[in-house]
């Protein structure tokens, strides 16, 4: 049974969900023997990464944000106001493959922020369009009073304040995590930052999300969509200008975690795109999946060239 009514596909066959799952697990654990064999610092930030993300989706759905999750194996809470904790994992995959990559390019704190926060959403461009339909999770369109742009409305479905919340996260995240690490290296200290970034980070996504929005709109009618594109030219300038002033440092390749998460999340949902038969839906739906997951391989085969070498590690 569907949380919301005005979906037409029905529920995909009965493997997708424990492959999701065990796929998102399994990539969690590569990612965690990564950061045991780099450093304290690391181990903390990946499950920092875990941490926030499930408290975010937690706080989100029992806060009733507009969306409720599919049924896994594995689930924090009680239905239907209960999450997948394979979902804390894979912000947890995603934020941390993306810091190496841009801790890796020798950029400085901020552009390296906006750096990772894009690199995310290349991977949520990709996810969210497919795992809606495939009812892994639910938007509400009805209880916005438009049940008819379930499959249309704004992002073909996906309502543009998920991307910008998206952003928002990643990037604060990354942001104040690594500002903190400047207070002391000690590794006392590397652990328990992720604890404090997430916290900072919380109540800076809260004034954002819901004072800040409601001002921006009272006073301005600028809603999701117009925050969202001043991200999407803010962020990239932001990572041009850290690529151009970039400090020297001696080549090295980034790690084969760093291409294998993204790669799974950009083949894996853009394969259930043909075999759910979402992409004959709507040309311009399948068109973008094809053009995101072109920017991805270039992306990341990009990053693949010989790396600025990791002056500090997390």
Not at 111 to 130: E, G, K, P, Q, T
Request: charged share 10%; glycine share 8%; with cysteine.
């Amino acid at each position: 049974m569907f949380p919301y009514s005005n979906m037409p596909y029905g529920f995909p066959p009965s493997v997708c969900y424990p492959l999701t799952e065990c796929c998102m697990y399994l990539l969690f654990i590569l990612c965690f023997l990564h950061a045991w064999k780099n450093s304290a610092g690391s181990v903390a930030y990946l499950l920092g990464g875990f941490g926030f993300g499930l408290l975010l989706e937690y706080v989100n759905v029992m806060s009733s944000a507009g969306y409720k999750y599919g049924q896994f194996m594995i689930m924090l809470g009680h239905a239907p106001d209960n999450i997948p904790v394979w979902i804390g994992a894979g912000w947890g995959i995603i934020i941390y493959t993306s810091r190496l990559i841009s801790d890796s390019r020798g950029l400085n704190i901020w552009a390296a922020a906006a750096f990772d926060a894009l690199l995310a959403l290349s991977i949520d461009l990709s996810m969210d369009v497919v795992a809606y339909r495939l009812h892994m999770w639910h938007w509400d369109w009805q209880g916005m009073h438009s049940p008819e742009l379930a499959l249309t409305g704004q992002w073909f479905g996906i309502p543009y304040g998920n991307f910008f919340g998206w952003l928002c996260v990643v990037f604060l995240y990354s942001l104040f995590a690594r500002f903190l690490e400047k207070v002391s290296k000690t590794n006392i200290w590397r652990a328990v930052t992720p604890l404090f970034s997430i916290l900072i980070s919380q109540v800076v996504l809260w004034l954002m999300l819901f004072p800040v929005s409601d001002w921006l709109k009272l006073k301005f009618n600028i809603v999701s969509k117009e925050k969202l594109i001043f991200l999407l030219v803010l962020f990239p300038i932001m990572s041009i200008t850290g690529f151009r002033k970039r400090r020297d440092v001696q080549s090295t390749t980034i790690p084969f975690i760093t291409w294998l998460v993204p790669a799974w999340f950009h083949l894996y949902f853009f394969c259930w795109l043909f075999i759910g038969g979402f992409s004959t839906e709507n040309k311009w739906m399948t068109c973008w999946s094809v053009v995101n997951l072109l920017i991805g391989i270039a992306i990341h085969w990009w990053l693949q060239l010989p790396k600025p070498k990791l002056i500090s590690e997390l």
